[in-house]
């Protein structure tokens, strides 16, 4: 059973950079069928996807935070990560990793992480 | 790309239907049968229960249906039990490469 597993810093200062792990197990991170995305939710709020990444590098971002976003992959950890810069406390939110069933079905998020909690406050 | 408009809460009794709606445009919502919904209960990671408009994942029950009208679709949940009460987020791709989520419905078991 595939299992998504995020990890990282639950408190980040502004200006700063917020930066997540997402570690696979149970599949394979460099599987052709897949992409592996980032949603988060602001507490009390809704989903807003953040990005997807190929195994081969190939990542898309969703415009309002593509100029602040690097997603990232290392197939040799089965891992993927999320760095956002000059964070605010409007980026507060429960991150979560999933995969994303894009190649063979679009806008198909079946597998997710249990979400992470980073708060942004000096 | 703005989110997409759900109605902030629905209800309905025990065996009832309740029905969400979700507007888009004619970008995301009526431009690609794309439309996926996800239920999510409190402190837990949304599911999947809804792909392409109208398709069920394998184990979600026929209890949930999906469909789609122009810029707007829906979700139907029909004979409610208890553990339907949940938030339901809708979702669409909306062209280059891009997705856009739901503002979220909470649907209350009365």
């Known amino acids: 059973q595939l299992q998504l597993q995020e990890s990282g810093p639950g408190l980040v200062k502004p200006s700063e950079t917020l930066s997540l792990t997402c570690t696979v197990s149970?599949?394979?991170?460099?599987?052709?069928?897949?992409?592996w995305g980032w949603i988060r939710q602001p507490p009390g709020k809704g989903l807003e996807w953040i990005g997807s990444?190929?195994?081969?590098?190939?990542?898309y971002y969703t415009p309002s935070l593509k100029s602040r976003v690097t997603i990232s992959v290392d197939t040799s950890k089965n891992q993927f990560s999320l760095k956002l810069s000059s964070v605010t406390a409007a980026d507060t939110a429960v991150y979560y990793c999933?995969?994303?069933?894009?190649?063979?079905?679009?806008?198909?998020?079946?597998?997710w992480g249990q979400g992470t909690l980073v708060t942004v406050s000096s | 790309q703005s989110a997409l408009t759900q109605p902030p809460s629905a209800s309905g009794s025990p065996g009832q239907s309740v029905t969400i709606s979700c507007t888009g445009t004619?970008?995301?919502?009526?431009?690609?049968?794309?439309v996926s919904w996800y239920q999510q209960h409190p402190g837990k990671a949304p599911k999947l229960i809804i792909y392409?408009?109208?398709k069920r994942p394998s184990g979600v029950p026929d209890r949930f249906s999906g469909s789609k009208s122009g810029n707007t679709a829906s979700l139907t949940v029909s004979g409610l039990q208890a553990e339907d009460e949940a938030d339901y987020y809708c979702?669409?791709?909306?062209?280059?490469?891009?997705?856009?989520f739901g503002t979220g419905t909470k649907v209350t078991v009365l």
């Open positions: 999933a995969r994303d069933d894009r190649v063979h079905n679009w806008n198909v998020f079946e597998y």
């Open positions: 149970g599949g394979s991170i460099s599987s052709s069928s897949y992409y």
């Open positions: 990444i190929y195994y081969s590098g190939s990542a």
């Open positions: 004619s970008s995301d919502v009526g431009g690609y049968n794309y």
């Open positions: 392409e408009v109208s």
């Open positions: 979702s669409s791709y909306a062209g280059s490469n891009n997705y856009v």
